[in-house]
């Protein structure tokens, strides 16, 4: 079993699945209400040269976030 991490420490080309995000942030409700939801499969795509922001892919789309908003989303690794 996988411990639980952030997505802003998934290295590029990892997957993981979402265990958690907060409620009440308003950059996360807009993140969760594009399909990032617990349970959802992600993978983080690519970082920008100075690390952020970090691209994801969530349900078939492409999503940017910045890292103090992935420190939020706990996630768990998916099997490879």
């Not at 290295?11 to 959802?40: F, H, I, W």
């Not at 690390?51 to 976030?65: D, F, K, Q």
């Amino acid at each position: 079993m996988h411990q639980p991490s952030t997505l802003a420490e998934l290295p590029v080309g990892c997957r993981a699945l979402v265990q958690s995000l907060p409620v009440g942030n308003a950059g996360l409700t807009r993140l969760r209400e594009l399909g990032l939801t617990p349970g959802a499969s992600v993978m983080v795509v690519r970082r920008a040269p100075l690390g952020e922001p970090i691209e994801i892919t969530v349900r078939g789309s492409h999503l940017a976030m910045r890292n103090h908003e992935a420190a939020h989303i706990l996630v768990t690794k998916a099997e490879a």
